[in-house]
Protein backbone atom coordinates (compact mmCIF):
# COMPACT_ATOMS: atom_id res chain seq x y z
CA UNK A 1 0.00 0.00 0.00
CA UNK A 2 0.80 3.64 -0.73
CA UNK A 3 0.41 6.52 1.86
CA UNK A 4 1.83 10.16 1.12
CA UNK A 5 2.02 12.08 4.11
CA UNK A 6 0.87 15.42 3.38
CA UNK A 7 0.01 18.97 4.75
CA UNK A 8 -1.92 21.60 2.99
CA UNK A 9 -0.60 24.32 1.02
CA UNK A 10 3.38 23.15 1.55
CA UNK A 11 6.18 21.34 -0.67
CA UNK A 12 3.92 17.86 -0.30
CA UNK A 13 1.45 19.76 -2.58
CA UNK A 14 2.93 19.44 -5.53
CA UNK A 15 3.36 14.99 -4.71
CA UNK A 16 -0.48 15.34 -4.38
CA UNK A 17 -0.21 16.41 -8.49
CA UNK A 18 2.16 14.18 -9.38
CA UNK A 19 -0.11 11.13 -8.22
CA UNK A 20 -2.84 12.38 -9.97
CA UNK A 21 -0.80 12.72 -13.23
CA UNK A 22 0.08 8.89 -12.39
CA UNK A 23 -3.20 8.15 -11.33
CA UNK A 24 -1.35 6.16 -8.93
CA UNK A 25 -3.38 4.28 -6.06
CA UNK A 26 -2.07 6.12 -3.18
CA UNK A 27 -3.70 7.18 0.15
CA UNK A 28 -3.40 10.52 1.53
CA UNK A 29 -3.21 11.14 5.33
CA UNK A 30 -3.41 14.81 6.12
CA UNK A 31 -1.19 15.94 8.66
CA UNK A 32 0.01 19.05 10.61
CA UNK A 33 3.88 20.74 10.10
CA UNK A 34 5.65 23.07 12.17
CA UNK A 35 4.96 26.29 9.36
CA UNK A 36 7.55 29.12 9.18
CA UNK A 37 5.21 32.00 10.47
CA UNK A 38 5.13 29.94 14.03
CA UNK A 39 1.93 27.87 13.68
CA UNK A 40 1.47 24.35 13.52
CA UNK A 41 3.52 21.56 15.26
CA UNK A 42 4.87 18.09 14.60
CA UNK A 43 2.44 15.17 13.82
CA UNK A 44 2.53 12.09 16.00
CA UNK A 45 1.52 10.23 13.19
CA UNK A 46 3.54 11.51 10.09
CA UNK A 47 6.70 8.89 10.10
CA UNK A 48 8.80 11.52 8.41
CA UNK A 49 12.04 11.75 10.95
CA UNK A 50 12.32 15.90 10.60
CA UNK A 51 8.59 15.88 11.15
CA UNK A 52 8.23 17.76 7.47
CA UNK A 53 6.93 15.97 4.47
CA UNK A 54 6.61 14.73 1.97
CA UNK A 55 6.92 11.51 3.26
CA UNK A 56 5.84 8.51 1.39
CA UNK A 57 5.28 5.25 3.02
CA UNK A 58 5.12 1.91 0.47
CA UNK A 59 4.94 -1.81 2.12
CA UNK A 60 6.47 -0.47 5.17
CA UNK A 61 9.53 1.20 3.61
CA UNK A 62 9.68 5.18 4.03
CA UNK A 63 10.59 7.55 1.31
CA UNK A 64 11.08 11.12 2.07
CA UNK A 65 12.24 14.61 0.48
CA UNK A 66 10.51 15.62 -2.92
CA UNK A 67 12.54 14.58 -5.39
CA UNK A 68 13.15 11.05 -4.01
CA UNK A 69 9.46 10.99 -3.60
CA UNK A 70 9.23 11.87 -6.99
CA UNK A 71 11.34 9.44 -8.60
CA UNK A 72 9.91 6.65 -6.27
CA UNK A 73 6.58 7.20 -7.44
CA UNK A 74 7.36 7.73 -10.71
CA UNK A 75 9.25 4.55 -10.75
CA UNK A 76 6.08 2.37 -10.09
CA UNK A 77 4.33 3.97 -12.74
CA UNK A 78 6.51 4.05 -15.53
CA UNK A 79 3.39 4.14 -18.35
CA UNK A 80 2.54 7.40 -17.28
CA UNK A 81 5.04 9.01 -19.53
CA UNK A 82 6.79 11.21 -16.76
CA UNK A 83 10.05 10.25 -16.85
CA UNK A 84 12.65 8.12 -19.00
CA UNK A 85 13.85 4.84 -18.91
CA UNK A 86 17.53 4.01 -18.15
CA UNK A 87 19.59 4.50 -21.07
CA UNK A 88 17.53 6.84 -22.83
CA UNK A 89 19.59 10.08 -23.51
CA UNK A 90 16.77 12.38 -21.96
CA UNK A 91 17.09 10.68 -18.70
CA UNK A 92 20.15 12.52 -17.17
CA UNK A 93 18.94 15.77 -18.35
CA UNK A 94 15.46 15.26 -16.75
CA UNK A 95 17.55 14.12 -13.41
CA UNK A 96 19.59 16.94 -13.52
CA UNK A 97 16.26 19.60 -13.83
CA UNK A 98 15.48 17.36 -10.64
CA UNK A 99 18.18 17.48 -8.31
CA UNK A 100 18.71 21.33 -9.23
CA UNK A 101 15.01 22.45 -8.77
CA UNK A 102 16.07 21.28 -4.90
CA UNK A 103 19.66 21.95 -4.80
CA UNK A 104 19.58 25.38 -6.42
CA UNK A 105 16.42 26.96 -7.69
CA UNK A 106 14.60 26.69 -4.06
CA UNK A 107 17.39 27.91 -2.60
CA UNK A 108 18.22 30.98 -4.99
CA UNK A 109 14.23 31.77 -4.32
CA UNK A 110 14.81 31.27 -0.30
CA UNK A 111 17.45 33.96 -0.70
CA UNK A 112 14.94 36.72 -2.61
CA UNK A 113 12.31 35.84 -0.16
CA UNK A 114 14.18 36.43 2.84
CA UNK A 115 15.88 39.53 0.98
CA UNK A 116 19.53 37.75 0.75
CA UNK A 117 19.82 38.69 -2.91
CA UNK A 118 20.03 42.73 -1.74
CA UNK A 119 23.08 42.26 0.13
CA UNK A 120 24.69 39.43 -0.81
CA UNK A 121 26.16 39.61 -4.47
CA UNK A 122 26.77 35.93 -4.50
CA UNK A 123 23.21 35.08 -3.43
CA UNK A 124 21.85 37.58 -6.33
CA UNK A 125 24.13 35.69 -8.55
CA UNK A 126 22.56 32.51 -8.11
CA UNK A 127 19.11 33.91 -7.89
CA UNK A 128 19.87 35.51 -11.61
CA UNK A 129 21.31 32.09 -12.77
CA UNK A 130 18.66 29.90 -11.86
CA UNK A 131 15.98 32.38 -13.25
CA UNK A 132 17.75 32.18 -16.20
CA UNK A 133 18.21 28.79 -16.83
CA UNK A 134 14.46 28.13 -16.36
CA UNK A 135 13.83 31.03 -19.12
CA UNK A 136 16.29 29.59 -21.58
CA UNK A 137 14.46 26.41 -21.01
CA UNK A 138 11.03 28.14 -21.60
CA UNK A 139 12.53 29.38 -24.81
CA UNK A 140 12.43 26.21 -26.46
CA UNK A 141 9.53 24.96 -24.42
CA UNK A 142 6.59 24.99 -24.09
CA UNK A 143 7.58 22.28 -21.04
CA UNK A 144 11.19 22.10 -19.55
CA UNK A 145 12.33 19.25 -21.70
CA UNK A 146 10.57 20.76 -24.72
CA UNK A 147 7.46 19.07 -26.23
CA UNK A 148 7.14 16.28 -23.42
CA UNK A 149 6.01 17.45 -19.58
CA UNK A 150 7.78 15.07 -17.12
CA UNK A 151 7.95 14.91 -13.31
CA UNK A 152 10.50 18.20 -13.75
CA UNK A 153 7.72 20.77 -14.80
CA UNK A 154 5.74 19.09 -11.40
CA UNK A 155 8.80 19.86 -9.12
CA UNK A 156 9.74 23.23 -10.67
CA UNK A 157 6.56 24.21 -11.78
CA UNK A 158 5.04 23.35 -9.00
CA UNK A 159 7.36 25.83 -7.04
CA UNK A 160 7.26 28.56 -9.64
CA UNK A 161 3.68 28.65 -8.86
CA UNK A 162 3.81 29.67 -5.35
CA UNK A 163 6.82 32.02 -5.26
CA UNK A 164 5.73 34.54 -8.76
CA UNK A 165 6.11 37.53 -6.88
CA UNK A 166 9.44 36.91 -6.13
CA UNK A 167 10.08 36.27 -10.27
CA UNK A 168 10.51 38.58 -12.22
CA UNK A 169 7.65 40.16 -14.62
CA UNK A 170 7.71 37.62 -17.93
CA UNK A 171 4.90 36.15 -20.44
CA UNK A 172 6.92 33.47 -20.23
CA UNK A 173 6.69 32.24 -16.75
CA UNK A 174 2.91 33.76 -16.95
CA UNK A 175 2.39 31.51 -19.82
CA UNK A 176 4.15 27.98 -18.05
CA UNK A 177 1.96 28.91 -14.66
CA UNK A 178 -1.17 28.85 -16.79
CA UNK A 179 -0.49 25.88 -18.60
CA UNK A 180 0.78 24.05 -15.72
CA UNK A 181 -2.53 25.45 -13.50
CA UNK A 182 -4.85 24.35 -16.73
CA UNK A 183 -3.99 20.98 -16.47
CA UNK A 184 -6.74 18.27 -14.87
CA UNK A 185 -4.56 16.44 -12.59
CA UNK A 186 -3.59 19.82 -11.42
CA UNK A 187 -7.06 21.53 -10.58
CA UNK A 188 -7.64 17.79 -9.23
CA UNK A 189 -4.90 17.90 -6.38
CA UNK A 190 -5.38 21.86 -5.78
CA UNK A 191 -8.90 20.26 -4.93
CA UNK A 192 -7.37 17.52 -2.77
CA UNK A 193 -4.42 20.08 -1.04
CA UNK A 194 -7.50 22.64 -0.31
CA UNK A 195 -10.04 20.18 1.30
CA UNK A 196 -9.05 17.14 3.29
CA UNK A 197 -12.36 16.45 3.91
CA UNK A 198 -13.77 16.61 0.67
CA UNK A 199 -10.87 14.23 -0.27
CA UNK A 200 -11.16 11.59 2.35
CA UNK A 201 -14.94 11.82 1.29
CA UNK A 202 -14.22 11.43 -2.26
Known sequence: MLTLFHAPQSRSSRLLWLIEELGADCRVEYCDI?????????????????????ALLHDGALITESAAVALYLNGLYPGAGLGFEPGSPRRGPLLTWICWSTGEMEPAILDKLTGAVDTDPLALARYDAAVTRILEALWEGPWLMGDQFTLADILVGGSLGWC?????????????IARLAARPAHHRAMLRDAAPGRAEAA
Open 164 to 176: RQYLPESPLLDDY
Open 34 to 54: RRKDGTGAPDPKNPHPDGKVP
